[in-house]
Structures are given as C-alpha cells and as structure tokens.
C-alpha cells in the first residue's frame, strides 16, 4: 500500500512539473509553477507533522499521509498566488538574497488581495568551488493561511542567483 501511494504522489508532483503548466517559472529561476510549489512546501510540512505520530510502521503511515494532506493543501494555496503577488515575492526574495541583513525578515504585501509575507536570508557561505550562497525562510500569508519554505540559493557569475538543492 505504501508503494502505491508513494507511487502515486510522485507521479502527481512530476506532471505538474511539465512546462507549459500555468505559473511554469523559467529554468534555473527562484520560482516554480505556483500549485508544485505551494504542493512540495505542504508536503514536507505534513510529512513534517505527520511523523511526530505513530510508532514503527504506524509513524511511516502517518509521515505519508503527512506529506499527502499537506501536499494537497499547499498546492491549493500556491494556486491561488497571482502573477503579482509572485512577482512582489520574487522582488524579495531577491533583494533579501542580495543585500538582507542575516535573520531580518524582508516584508513583501499586494494591496490589492492582501496576501502578504516574508523571505529571511540567512548568512552568506562560500562553496568549496567559491561560489556565494545564502539559505532563507518565506513565509506567504493567503485568504489567512500561512505556509513556510526553506530555500538555498547560489549566485552566479552574472549576477543572479539560482535556486540549489
């Protein structure tokens, strides 16, 4: 049952992957399409709560059904971000990669929807390959619902900086 249901998540993440998708962001971009976003980020909060339940198997089916329920529910909420609440978010999390102070939340707001939130860099650190990198925290607030991701991300020769894993 786990491999089927594993199987099944992991063919739902990869077609909404597809370019062409609506809010499909360019390669090697901060940015994703909206629902695989909002859908990776849910997950691994659900995942996240679901594994402080259970014991032996009984904790791995509450980690996938975790990371299922938190799947759905954070791709519903990436969904629902409009091109210019992606673009204030993007701005941000920029200028949070570029010049934010370690720790200091940068606010980002659409007057229009109210939806809102933060991005948080961390310290910069220097890859073995002396590229400049910075972890952050952004946090996005819609129709009340708050969820939160964890990023890393490089700059690169030009100047811009590409999301890393």
Known sequence: MRKVIVGLALC????????????????????????T??????????????????????????TLLGVLAGGVAGSQIGASLDRADRDRLHRTTETALETGAPG?????????????????????????GGQYCREFQQTVVVGGQQQQAYGKACREPDGTWKMVQ
Do not use: D
Request: hydrophobic share 30%; aromatic share 6%; proline share 9%.
């Open 104 to 128: 200091q939340p940068l606010p980002w707001r659409n007057p229009e929807n109210g939806n809102h939130g933060t991005v948080t860099p961390a310290g910069y650190y220097q890859t073995a």
């Open 12 to 35: 739902a993440g990869l077609s909404a992957c597809q370019p062409g998708q609506p809010g499909y962001g360019e390669p090697n971009t901060i940015g994703m399409n909206n629902t």
């Open 37 to 62: 976003g909002g859908a990776l980020i849910g997950a691994a909060a659900g995942g996240l709560v679901g594994s402080q339940f259970g014991s032996g198997q009984g904790k791995g089916v509450a």
